[in-house]
Every structure is written in structure tokens, then in C-alpha cells.
């Protein structure tokens, strides 16, 4: 089982910038490849970034490329997601997940997080 907590939501003005954190506890994180989604109001969960324990290798969605940047903290079992020029189309819930296929989809990851809310004013 693993555990998942973010944190660092809030309410921001376009074009500035927040970093959101998630704290995993459980099993062992090395076989996960860790991942934040997002989810709008009426809107499917997307995709955002992803990120593997053991390479550190990362990937991201093509709205968020070059504003965002998914990293981790091995010594505090922790992902984070720096995000810059925030616009206000990334208002949205974002959530932290975990899972051992680490595809593109949210189907393809075990464990959720609560979610954190993201809201940018224009």
C-alpha cells in the first residue's frame, strides 16, 4: 500500500508561481513511477508530468512543457511539481499518483492522492 499527500495549492495571479508537494509512505517507492494529473471543473483527470524513483527520467504534457518541472527528493520520499508562468488555464484539482505501468492515462496508476486546488486569476 502506499500513501499519498499533497500539498502547496493556492490561489495565484497568471503568470506567477507555486510548487506543489506530495509526500509518499508505504511500500517501497523504487518500482513506482510517480505522476501528477490535474482535473478542471467538467473536465477528464490529464495527464501533467511523470517521473520514475529509479531513473530519473521525466516526461510532460505539451500544455505544461517548459513552465513545469516534475523533480523528486529521495531522502523525503517526496515529488514535487514546480510550476512557472502559471495561466489561467491551469486552474484546476491536481493530484499526485503512483503506479507500476506509469502510462499516460489515469488508469494506468494504483494510488491517489487527495488532490490540491490550483486556482490562477487572470
Known amino acids: 500500500q502506499v500513501q499519498l499527500v499533497e500539498s502547496g495549492g493556492g490561489l495565484v495571479q497568471a503568470g506567477g508561481s507555486l510548487r506543489l508537494s506530495c509526500a509518499v509512505s508505504g511500500r517501497t517507492f523504487s518500482m513506482y513511477v510517480m505522476a501528477w494529473f490535474r482535473q478542471a471543473p467538467g473536465k477528464e483527470r490529464e495527464f501533467v508530468a511523470r517521473?520514475?524513483?529509479?531513473?530519473?527520467?521525466?516526461d510532460y504534457a505539451d500544455s505544461v512543457k517548459g513552465r513545469f518541472t516534475i523533480s523528486r527528493d529521495n531522502a523525503k520520499n517526496t515529488v514535487l511539481l514546480q510550476m512557472n508562468s502559471l495561466k489561467p488555464e491551469d486552474t484546476a484539482v491536481y493530484y499526485c499518483?503512483?503506479?507500476?505501468?506509469?502510462?499516460?492515462?489515469?488508469?494506468?496508476?494504483?494510488?491517489w492522492g487527495q488532490g490540491t486546488q490550483v486556482t490562477v486569476s487572470s
Open positions: 499518483a503512483a503506479g507500476t505501468r506509469g502510462g499516460l492515462q489515469a488508469s494506468d496508476y494504483d494510488y
Open positions: 517521473i520514475r524513483w529509479s531513473i530519473p527520467t521525466k
